[in-house]
């Protein structure tokens, strides 16, 4: 019989194609969400086959019934975006520290021995060595970044006292249908789209040579399905990345259309680029989808872009205030 799953931030990006790939393997699957960034209707083809739960993991006490069979959590819920953080940090630390240690407390009470977490490559703030390995030095750049690192220590800190078989995986850069188009640092992908519907200028940070891995999220789900089972993971973390680095110019160049360009935002690393040689000789996963392929696939679904937020370099010069305010102390 297959185990009982629960996916935090199940309706959010990651999460619901997550979701959609575990009912497909005859998994029974409960969400845990709170709708802040992710929505029911991300799930609006399983949602009759799933349970769903909306509450918010940094103040939920886990006490619902549906929750009793539970054998393995995958912990995606949290919150994302680097000015925000900035703003208001309390709310960061509080759904992605708090919000962890709440998780896990929900494992350990519960005897669940297995949990998989999404971690981030802001970790690694601006490495010196590319492809990045997990033996970089950790370099928090912004509460954001901290607070996904410090949810990563608890996890690996409870799966050594307490026996509790942990993953963690820092996502490089995920993109793919239904990706956050929110937020002026929200994902290039969902505000450059958004920008091409409305025959607006793609907005480039910088000169547009800074590079990033951008990860498909198809190959994202492929790994966490694939590392549930592995015992050689337990207690470990790993870059979950696409084997390549892009610049946003050669993004802009496939999407086809004009730029327009704002300063370069202090802090930001140049590359990122994730060495993917452990998950690959752990697990035996290496990423299916290049970056021109994933971008086929997102223009073939154009249609949740059209009414998503236009950002203009003006708004989101305004929108990124507290980042160079911050940066100039």
Request: aromatic fraction near 12%.
């Amino acid at each position: 019989m297959l185990d009982n799953i629960l996916i935090t931030g199940g309706a959010g990006f990651i999460g619901s194609h997550l979701a959609e790939k575990l009912v497909k393997l005859k998994y029974k699957i409960t969400i845990i969400d709170n709708e802040h960034s992710g929505s029911k209707k991300n799930l609006s083809s399983i949602l009759k086959k799933i349970n769903y739960i909306k509450k918010d993991i940094s103040k939920y006490d886990f006490t619902d019934k549906r929750l009793k069979k539970i054998k393995c959590v995958y912990h995606l819920a949290g919150m994302s975006d680097i000015v925000p953080s900035i703003d208001n940090p309390r709310k960061y630390f509080e759904s992605n520290v708090k919000g962890t240690f709440n998780v896990l407390e929900f494992c350990r009470k519960n005897n669940i021995k297995r949990l998989i977490y999404a971690a981030s490559s802001s970790c690694y703030g601006k490495p010196n060595k590319f492809p990045t390995s997990e033996t970089e030095k950790l370099s928090e750049e912004y509460p954001y970044a901290l607070s996904k690192s410090l949810g990563e220590q608890l996890v690996l800190h409870w799966g050594k006292v307490y026996d509790l078989n942990v993953t963690s995986l820092r996502l490089f850069n995920v993109y793919g249908p239904r990706v956050r188009t929110n937020g002026a640092y929200g994902a290039v992908f969902g505000v450059f789209l958004a920008q091409k519907i409305n025959n607006k200028p793609f907005t480039v940070v910088g000169d547009g040579r800074q590079k990033r891995d951008f990860t498909y999220i198809n190959d994202v789900v492929d790994v966490m399905v694939k590392i549930k089972e592995k015992k050689n993971t337990f207690n470990d973390f790993f870059n979950i990345g696409s084997g390549n680095s892009v610049s946003i110019n050669k993004i802009t160049q496939i999407l086809k259309g004009t730029k327009t360009f704002i300063p370069k935002r202090p802090g930001e690393p140049d590359i990122t680029f994730a060495d993917i040689s452990k998950i690959n000789k752990r697990v035996g996963w290496k990423p299916k989808f290049n970056i021109k392929e994933g971008i086929s696939i997102m223009m073939q679904n154009l249609d949740e872009w059209k009414k998503a937020p236009v950002w203009t370099p003006k708004k989101i010069k305004l929108a990124t205030y507290s980042w160079f305010k911050y940066l100039k102390k």
